[in-house]
């Protein structure tokens, strides 16, 4: 079975510029979660989404924006970029079956660049 | 709110050694699980071993175990016979139940190299 996914891999925008990031979970998966990885530094929580709706969100501002749409996949939306908002964005899948807790399991990342 | 501390920013070991990696954590939470992700040069995130906090039992997978003690709030990770392959930036993270997010906290990481 293929695990998460993530596009694009690569991204280079330019202060201002809008971004839209893909993810797309496990199969079966119902649950995914964005995080924020700066470089030399641990994945920072910014939003989860179960069922198409926000479920949690981590201390970012509204520049930061996400959705989930029917067949379980995300975006992640980021306005006005700021050259802070380089870093890897790393989306994470969980069953979502309403556990208390669940196993997340992440994909390969999207390297964002802001010049 | 719940914190997550890697004290070692970098370790060394030798190939076929053994090696731990400490962690220590802050919550007023009962019920929560622990978990070590492993994230090599290639950057994706790898799960190495999960610990639900109920459990007195410590998890293994394969060279992969943690010593847990939870009222110490401590969760390390130990990894027998060290192989080239295990070489990473490691991160211990804590995970909030669904009705605080359902989200990870995790450590600055733990920078391992092996040599051979």
């Known amino acids: 079975d293929a695990g998460v996914t993530q596009s694009p891999t690569h991204l280079i925008k330019t202060r201002g510029q809008q971004v839209t990031l893909r993810c797309s979970p496990i199969?079966?998966?119902?649950?995914v979660s964005w995080y924020q990885q700066v470089l030399g530094q641990g994945p920072q929580f910014i939003f989860q989404?179960?069922?198409?709706?926000?479920?949690g969100r981590g201390n970012f501002p509204d520049r930061f924006s996400a959705r989930q749409f029917p067949n379980y996949s995300s975006e992640l939306n980021v306005n006005a970029l700021l050259l802070g908002d380089s870093a890897l964005y790393l989306c994470?899948?969980?069953?979502?079956?309403?556990?208390?807790?669940?196993?997340?399991?992440f994909g390969p990342g999207t390297r964002l660049l802001v010049l | 709110a719940q914190t997550v501390t890697q004290s070692q920013p970098e370790m060394s070991v030798q190939e076929a050694e053994t090696v731990t990696l400490s962690c220590t954590y802050d919550t007023s939470e009962n019920n929560y699980y622990l978990f070590w992700y492993k994230q090599p040069p290639s950057r994706q995130m790898i799960l190495v071993i999960r610990q639900e906090a109920y459990k007195q039992q410590n998890a293994t997978e394969n060279r992969f175990s943690v010593n847990f003690q939870k009222a110490a709030k401590s969760f390390s990770l130990k990894i027998s016979d060290s192989q080239l392959g295990d070489t990473a930036m490691y991160f211990c993270a804590f995970m909030t139940p669904y009705n605080q997010g359902g989200k990870l906290i995790f450590g600055q990481g733990t920078e391992l190299s092996v040599k051979p």
């Open positions: 994470a899948s969980s069953l979502g079956q309403g556990a208390f807790l669940e196993t997340q399991y």
């Open positions: 989404y179960y069922e198409k709706e926000e479920r």
């Open positions: 199969s079966g998966h119902k649950s």
